[in-house]
């Protein structure tokens, strides 16, 4: 079945960019999704692309798109102590979401 | 404007004991879903309701049943709750269908089956 997959853990520094990988199986995919979810709350909506497309850029978030390598990246500019939380990666197809297992971002001083 | 609420955020219950997690939704979504949300594993869909009176089972529906009740109410009810129902539950609601909308999360149930 379609499956996605995330690494578990990612440290960056204050300032630095952080850049969150995804990878998914799903070939017939139409929106990619990056959800936020911060401690003790609920998933939020952080930005989303549409399949034929290979980058979004919206203020420091840009999303890169390899559609061949079905590979989703999320890259955070400038990341700073309130980026702290889960990042979801989410792909939709044929009327079904399937979320990725999560990736903690912790940020060192 | 409160969106997605759920009740009870917290509960503990017996192996074998029953109870029903509730979930409303103010934004007059026409979808609702039930994820459960385990470490390393992501959010799993239990069930979902495209619309009123609506419901189809998701990926890991064994042991839950729902109700839509109405355009705004989602429940999830636990027969005889087991140590493997222990998880963070989520409720979510879209005005569509999850192709191409925004789901929207309510703040999580955490429910330890002892």
């Known amino acids: 079945g379609e499956d996605v997959e995330q690494s578990l853990f990612l440290s960056v520094r204050e300032g630095d960019s952080s850049v969150i990988n995804c990878t998914y199986t799903?070939?017939?995919?139409?929106?990619l999704y990056w959800y936020k979810q911060e401690p003790g709350a609920g998933l939020q909506l952080l930005t989303y692309?549409?399949?034929?497309?290979d980058m979004k850029q919206d203020q420091r978030l840009t999303v890169l798109l390899n559609k061949k390598d079905k590979h989703l990246s999320l890259r955070i500019a400038d990341t700073q102590t309130g980026d702290s939380a889960i990042y979801f990666c989410?792909?939709?197809?044929?009327?079904?979401?399937?979320f990725g297992s999560g990736t903690r971002l912790s940020i060192r001083p | 404007n409160a969106g997605v609420t759920q009740t009870p955020k917290f509960q503990v219950l017996k192996t074998g004991q029953s109870m029903t997690l509730q979930c409303a939704q103010d934004?007059?979504?026409?979808?609702m879903y039930w994820y459960r949300q385990d470490p390393g594993m992501g959010l799993r869909l239990i069930y979902y309701?495209?619309?009123?009176?609506?419901?189809d089972k998701g990926e890991v529906p064994n042991g839950y049943n729902v109700s839509r009740l109405n355009k705004r109410e989602f429940s999830l009810r636990l027969e005889s709750a087991a140590p493997s129902q222990t998880s963070v539950y989520f409720c979510?609601?879209?005005?569509?269908?999850?192709?191409?909308?925004?789901?929207?999360f309510g703040e999580g149930s955490r429910l330890t089956v002892l």
């Open positions: 692309i549409f399949s034929n497309m």
């Open positions: 799903d070939s017939s995919s139409t929106y």
């Open positions: 934004m007059n979504h026409n979808s």
């Open positions: 989410a792909d939709s197809s044929a009327s079904k979401i399937i």
């Open positions: 979510a609601s879209s005005e569509g269908d999850t192709t191409t909308g925004e789901l929207f």
């Open positions: 309701s495209a619309s009123e009176g609506t419901t």
